[in-house]
């Protein structure tokens, strides 16, 4: 089972919604016990990475996440749960969670596309990642696939943490994290089939660390 | 570099299907749940439903309706139709949809685009411009005025003006129908289209006219368009996604082609 954090800066439906369409059982919770119980935790989020903080912080499951995480729980962030991940956001200056070092910075508008017109800012639409690393969440999935993007900031971790970056205007990290805890930028949930297969690698993953 | 998107269109009424040729004489032509998920296997990028139902009871079937698409396609749709407040939105984003578009009620009511953006973000909020060529002056200096009810009724407004300051309000994206061009399949207006596109910065959508691939990489190359919305194109048949999109692919703008 995995389980979806639920807190109210969250796209949990969505996820779940793409859960139950590939069999993968799953609940949405903030419950600690069920969160311990799950083979994995998918942790979503929209939003402005200020209230999702607070969110977080407010019910201290900011506390429960990172404790999970030391026990080496399965994780994966999505756009705004991929970003708090990091220490910092630039937006509102926001101290985030701090789990991977690095922060968030806003697309910079004065970058250009490579037909020479300025980027538009939020990066909205589908684009592709190219990977610096293996990694097992990729499994099977075609590097010309496309994901769906929606965001104004993006993740800058520390160098060893990048594992796949995407380009706009120029190369920002789509992808981080190590073996176990991930974060993507966009929505696997909204990718269609190569998303949908990356949400099935996950769970893969997580049942594979249950059984060993 | 982003994708250029080719975005179906479905129109609603009383939970079926229809396509009106200039929003005259709709006719039902299926089930918009099962076309949704035909279109997501071929590789639309993203799907608008537009509800045409008049009755309150027939809002319900099309949230319904939302719902059921929501369960079945995992790429972004919007809604659009009949939304003219900070409620009707919440209730087609929670039935699933990501973005929702404000056509009339934005010009009745342009705080709800700002009350939009700051309830669910900037990204959920389409403005949706119906507009027509009209002679130019000095109140309308582009020649091109936004009208409402499907093009019957004038406002006075400059299209050029609606499309910045919709942009200044917080609309994450504008989709610009050209009511002259709408059921023509002669191709965008790519001059209105080019016009909004260099004045906005937030991404715009061409609507109306498509009859051909080539309609669509002029919307791309020529009209600057981020997405091009398509409707009888593909729902009679003349041609798959797969076909469009690899026209324009040849021509070296970017689609998405695997899915």
């Known amino acids: ?212 | 570099m982003l994708s250029r998107r080719i975005i179906p269109c479905l129109d609603v009424r009383d939970g079926k299907l229809t396509k009106g040729v200039k929003f005259k004489g709709n006719v039902d032509i299926g089930d918009p749940v099962e076309t949704a998920r035909l279109y997501y296997e071929q590789g639309a990028d993203e799907i608008v439903f537009y509800d045409i139902t008049a009755s309150s009871e027939g809002r319900g079937i099309f949230l319904d309706v939302v719902e059921r698409v929501a369960s079945q396609i995992f790429i972004p749709f919007s809604v659009g139709g009949g939304i003219n407040s900070v409620a009707d939105m919440r209730a087609v984003l929670l039935a699933g949809a990501e973005k929702c578009s404000v056509n009339s009620g934005a010009v009745k009511n342009p705080d709800i685009i700002s009350e939009g953006a700051a309830a669910f973000g900037a990204q959920c909020v389409v403005l949706g411009m119906d507009v027509k060529r009209v002679e130019k002056s000095d109140k309308i200096p582009s020649g091109f005025e936004v009208v409402i009810h499907g093009g019957r009724k004038y406002t006075g407004m400059d299209a050029l003006e609606w499309a910045k300051t919709g942009e200044s309000l917080g609309a994450g994206e504008i989709c610009l129908n050209s009511i002259d061009a709408d059921g023509t399949k002669d191709g965008y207006d790519l001059e209105l289209t080019r016009l909004v596109s260099k004045s906005v910065r937030i991404p715009v959508i061409a609507s109306g006219g498509a009859g051909n691939p080539q309609h669509m990489a002029d919307a791309f190359t020529k009209g600057k368009a981020s997405a091009a919305l398509i409707a009888s194109i593909v729902h009679y048949g003349e041609y798959t996604i797969r076909q469009i999109k690899e026209h324009i692919s040849a021509q070296g703008v970017r689609m998405r082609m695997v899915w």
């Open chain 1, 1 to 212: 089972m995995l389980a979806i954090l639920d807190y109210k800066a969250g796209n949990q439906t969505s996820v779940r919604r793409a859960l139950d369409h590939l069999g993968i059982e799953n609940q949405i919770t903030a419950d600690p016990g069920v969160l311990a119980a799950a083979d994995g935790i998918i942790f979503p989020g929209v939003g402005a990475a200020g209230q999702a903080m607070d969110e977080l912080t407010s019910g201290g499951l900011d506390e429960e996440l990172k404790s999970l995480i030391w026990q080496e729980k399965p994780l994966l962030g999505i756009c705004v749960g991929c970003q708090i991940l990091l220490d910092y956001c630039e937006e509102n200056n926001t101290r985030t969670l701090a789990i991977i070092p690095g922060e968030c910075r806003l697309f910079n508008p004065a970058w250009n596309e490579e037909d020479g017109t300025p980027i538009r800012v939020p990066h909205m639409g589908w684009n592709r990642v190219a990977l610096k690393k293996s990694c097992v969440l990729f499994k099977d999935i075609p590097i010309e696939a496309e994901f769906y993007f929606v965001h104004s900031y993006y993740p800058a971790p520390k160098q060893d943490f990048i594992i796949g970056e995407t380009r706009y205007g120029e190369d920002f990290c789509s992808v981080h994290g190590r073996m176990g805890l991930w974060a993507v930028q966009f929505h696997p949930e909204k990718s269609g089939a190569p998303g949908l297969k990356l949400l099935n690698n996950f769970h893969d993953y997580c049942l594979e660390v249950r059984n060993a």
